[in-house]
């Protein structure tokens, strides 16, 4: 169980989405609500309880000094992206898409990035 949770950590220290946990992601509701992305990123809050809990045991049980809470933006890498469009293929394609469909799916949202950025090829592929 460990493995799992430090693939997960290891991605929040690289800021990146972790591919490995997208399916969960996309079927978790924490309050009933699902987990929003955000420009196809990831925002994650991260609370360190470690000095509180330190206090607490120093203190005798006393209250401590709440953790500040830390935003953290994880961005898509190219595997979560290709999940990504392989869980859409499935959730509106219903898995009749190809990986050349797949593929021409990506192309067009790189190209309409690109486009939607003003910086277009050239700037791109500098």
């Known amino acids: 169980m460990l493995g799992r949770h430090q693939a997960f950590l290891d991605a929040v220290k690289a800021q990146q989405i972790p591919?490995?946990?997208?399916?969960?992601?996309?079927?978790?509701?924490?309050?009933?609500?699902?987990?929003?992305f955000y420009?196809?990123?990831?925002?994650?809050?991260?609370?360190?309880?470690?000095?509180?809990?330190?206090?607490?045991?120093?203190?005798?049980?006393?209250?401590?000094?709440?953790?500040?809470?830390?935003?953290?933006?994880?961005?898509?890498?190219?595997?979560?992206?290709?999940i990504d469009l392989q869980m859409l293929s499935d959730e509106i394609g219903r898995g009749r898409w190809d990986d050349g469909d797949l593929l021409e799916v990506e192309a067009r949202i790189l190209v309409s990035c690109f486009f939607a950025t003003g910086r277009g090829f050239r700037a791109a592929l500098d």
């Open 19 to 36: 591919a490995q946990f997208l399916s969960t992601l996309s079927t978790v509701r924490p309050n009933g609500l699902p987990i929003a």
């Open 39 to 82: 420009d196809g990123c990831l925002i994650v809050e991260l609370i360190d309880y470690r000095a509180s809990v330190a206090l607490l045991e120093v203190n005798g049980g006393g209250g401590g000094p709440q953790p500040t809470p830390v935003r953290v933006i994880l961005q898509p890498t190219p595997e979560s992206s290709w």
